[in-house]
């Protein structure tokens, strides 16, 4: 749990607000997990390294990801090419890396198609916001490398 000036009058505001919304009709607020509730376990992320919570992204690539029929058609490949691409954002400095992703998050990735042809995947359903899986967490630890 955070503790402090920013944390009092910037971090915690932000986080109640974000539930504030979940309450609202058609329920797209965020849910909230304290940073200490979220362990380094299989269910989460293997360790303190990883950025991102891989069984939740991969539950919600196929979840708002579907063929014209409604039903979710994202196998492991597709959803580990899509996976890669979100964790080797290539070389560069941190600022062009968040402009890589930022792009990535708004425009999608491309995997191969159930054609054969590259198509793109939404990382964020933006016509259909309730199939988003919104969540904040307080004080989420990573490790930088070389930290064990």
């Known amino acids: 749990m955070g503790s402090g000036l920013e944390y009092t009058h910037t971090e915690l505001p932000t986080i109640e607000q974000l539930q504030k919304m979940r309450q609202l009709p058609g329920?797209?607020?965020w849910e909230y997990i304290e940073a200490n509730h979220l362990a380094a376990t299989p269910?989460?992320?293997?360790?303190y390294h990883e950025v991102?919570?891989?069984?939740?992204l991969q539950r919600?690539?196929?979840q708002i990801n579907l063929d014209p029929n409604g039903q979710p058609w994202l196998d492991e490949r597709r959803i580990n090419q899509a996976i890669s691409q979100l964790q080797n954002l290539g070389p560069g400095k941190l600022m062009e890396k968040n402009e890589t992703l930022t792009k990535l998050l708004l425009t999608g990735v491309k995997v191969e198609g159930l054609t054969g042809k590259q198509t793109t995947i939404n990382l964020i359903d933006f016509d259909h916001p309730e199939r988003n899986d919104f969540l904040a967490i307080s004080?989420?630890?990573?490790d930088p490398p070389g930290v064990i």
């Open 43 to 47: 269910e989460q992320r293997d360790n």
């Open 60 to 62: 919600q690539l196929r």
């Open 139 to 142: 004080q989420f630890r990573i």
């Open 27 to 29: 329920g797209l607020g």
């Open 52 to 56: 991102l919570l891989l069984p939740r």
